[in-house]
């Protein structure tokens, strides 16, 4: 079937046939999103995911999150094999676009600390019937993505193609950085915890509340370590800053989960996590100009230089060695 007529039947069944759609910003997956606002005064959101974008995935982690208080959007009708969901409208303050227009990052970061916090201390799994086994962020598969560097972006640099034992040597050291991340806590791990991620819903909701935190993107869900969504949160991909905010917003959940594990643990652990993903990052955004979408490469430059920042800590000693025998950072 034809997908305008695909999304035109989705949208009838459900009453919001007569409704106008504006559509908006797409992210950098293929998911597109429409703002849809019906001659009754209702507004929705109507997301079309092709089915690689884990539409039900959204759906099921969506509820999920909403059972233990937190604010994902109502989900309102969904076709999630289609990849069609109706929901919520979080409204227009993205907590990333406020940053662009000069916002103070640190009082936002630290309301998404908060939900974490609340998240962490709150989650549990959903029962068997209720969803599908999430996926689970093991040391090994960090290590696969963190290869997405060698993948795409150092055969780019080195103008050829990584030796096996070159690629091996590499998995190794992955292997042996992330070692420490075993001694944190594992909880729910939104995996793209980040501010253009959130939106900002104090317009409607007291600041002080974890609900006037919006999250919107979680289909890459799973079980991993407390850690990642702190440096998630506090990436340098789109602007920078959030590397010098991390030691604060570390301080913060600590002081918020008060853990039995030391503090040194959780820093170490966001340093090793923030490489991974930086490095994992690079490797997407090299992809992305090979296939032809190059503009995200203005970001390379901010993100090459912090990585050469984190690779001074101990934590990161296998790699900052193999990059030494294999200089293409």
Known sequence: MNRALEIADFLGEHGWEDAVPTSLPADWASRHYARLNHPDGRIAILMDAPPEQ??????????????????????????????????????????????????????????????????????????????????????????????????????????????????????????????????????????????????????????????????????????????YDIASLCEIVRRAGGDQLLPQMQAHYISLVKPDYEAEDLRRACVILSAQRHMRIIGIITRLAQNGRPEKQAYLPRIRAQMQVWLRDPALAAITKWLEKVPCL
């Open 54 to 227: 884990k539409t039900p995935e959204y759906v099921m982690i969506a509820r999920l999150l909403t059972r233990i208080g937190l604010h994902a959007p109502e989900i309102y009708a969904a076709a999630p094999l289609q990849g069609l969901v109706l929901m919520e409208d979080l409204g227009a303050r993205n907590i990333g676009h406020l940053l662009d227009q000069g916002e103070a990052a640190a009082p936002y970061l630290k309301r998404c600390i908060t939900v974490l916090a609340h998240l962490h201390q709150n989650w549990v799994a959903p029962a068997p019937h209720e969803a599908g086994p999430l996926p689970r962020y093991t040391t090994t598969l960090f290590a696969e993505q963190a290869g997405l560097f060698i993948d795409y972006y150092a055969p780019s640099i080195l103008n050829r193609d990584i030796t096996p034992d070159e690629k091996a040597a590499f998995d190794a050291a992955w292997h042996s950085a992330l070692r420490p991340i075993s001694q944190l806590p594992q909880n729910l791990m939104l995996r793209d915890f980040m501010p253009d991620n959130v939106m900002d819903l104090s317009d409607r909701l007291p600041s002080e509340a974890v609900t006037s935190i919006g999250l919107v993107d979680f289909q890459d869900a799973g079980v991993g370590p407390v850690a």
